[in-house]
């Protein structure tokens, strides 16, 4: 198989597909990469509200309630992991023909090394960034429930099973990728690509993503309901928690494909993968950026949510405008002659305990008393 490829010209590995087409499939190498476009475009909204989610916390921490904490630390870092991840997700989508069909993508690009740096290196931060991620979960949670023994036991324990599990993902990965000396990324790719090491890595991945997001979402439910707070307060607070939903949902999508995606692993007469690697991992990458954002936009929650009941916000401004613009509204109404023969019922008690109504919108009473028109209903009959 070498010694063929060595001989190819660079024009040729630029026409030649890097897998056989199915039966009746000609390879289009120039062709708009639909789904690639679509990996973009969503994660680029999901990055983009986390930014904006990351970024009310932030405020919310150290403008109004002047003082951070660990679970700061971890979430600033999984944001940061997050953000690279997208960015290689780019790169692969942009340089490496990712999203397009695998006989789509021309040997020219599956032969170059930066290829596999981009993907392998882009899987190990993956596994680091969860790690920031749910460790925020438990620090926050820390935080709060600290006093009661049992809840707390079990905040360390899922801390402590999080840190070892990915921190085990990301060492085996490193391992099991790294280029041996004199060995090419290539190489060394396709080698665990074809070992069991990656359909295990696959399958636990997926697996623990959803055990550990389900146990994040039901740990703190007990705890709310022992704090001394008032019902509604207690419910609110759940409702708060509840909103990691949201991650169980994409952490299920996300092992539902990992599954398919090693499932599809066909292999060759010589044990290579045949598989549309280029095009199925595409999904993969797409919920794993999601999984990301919408765990670090949870995290936010609690703070966003504190915000909005404790900020002192001054309303009145917004409030003096808004009236402002209705006032000049219902004021231009008396000035379009479509409603000359249109009668305005004014209900309700007038300060001197007189009643409307009055007989148009052209009345000089109506006008005069426009400041008061805001304490009563006005109806405006239809023709």
Not at 302 to 330: C, E, M, Q
Request: charged share 15%; aromatic share 10%; hydrophobic share 45%.
């Amino acid at each position: 198989m070498a010694a063929p490829l060595a001989q190819l010209t660079p024009a040729e590995l630029a026409n030649t597909p890097s897998v056989p087409p199915p039966p009746g499939i000609t390879p289009n190498f120039d062709g708009p990469n639909n789904l690639g476009n679509a990996v973009i475009a969503s994660t680029s909204v999901f990055v983009a509200i986390t930014l904006i989610f990351m970024g009310v916390r932030t405020y919310a921490k150290f403008k109004i309630f002047g003082k951070g904490s660990w679970d700061d630390v971890t979430c600033v870092l999984g944001l940061i992991g997050t953000l690279a991840y997208w960015i290689l997700l780019i790169i692969q989508v942009k340089n490496n023909g990712s999203g397009r069909h695998q006989w789509d993508v021309p040997l020219s690009i599956v032969l170059k090394e930066s290829t596999y740096t981009v993907s392998v290196i882009a899987a190990w931060l993956l596994s680091l960034t969860y790690i920031f991620v749910k460790s925020t979960f438990f620090i926050l949670y820390w935080n709060i429930f600290k006093p009661f023994r049992w809840q707390k036991y079990g905040i360390l324990g899922g801390a402590i099973l999080v840190v070892i599990f990915y921190g085990g993902i990301t060492l085996a990965l490193i391992i099991g990728t790294s280029p041996r000396p004199g060995q090419l990324w290539r190489d060394a790719f396709y080698k665990w690509l074809n070992g069991e090491a990656n359909r295990i890595e696959g399958q636990l991945l997926g697996t623990m993503g959803l055990i550990t997001d389900l146990y994040i979402l039901i740990l703190p439910i007990s705890g709310v309901l022992r704090l001394q707070l008032t019902p509604k307060k207690k419910f609110a607070l759940v409702m708060t928690f509840m909103s990691g939903l949201g991650a169980c949902v994409c952490s299920t999508l996300t092992l539902y494909y990992r599954t398919r995606f090693v499932n599809d692993l066909s292999r060759d007469s010589s044990g290579n993968s045949v598989a549309d690697l280029s095009y199925s991992s595409s999904k993969i990458q797409i919920l794993n950026t999601v999984e990301c954002c919408v765990g670090i936009c949870i995290t936010c929650v609690p703070s966003i949510s504190a915000l909005l009941r404790h900020g002192n916000f001054n309303v009145a401004p917004v409030r003096s405008k808004i009236d402002s613009f209705v006032g000049k509204v219902r004021r231009s109404w008396t000035r379009n002659p479509s409603y000359d023969s249109q009668e305005a019922i004014i209900r309700g008690s007038k300060k001197d305990g007189t009643e409307g109504p009055y007989r148009n919108l052209k009345d000089p009473a109506f006008v005069a008393d426009s400041p008061e028109v805001s304490a009563y209903e006005m109806a405006i009959p239809q023709r």
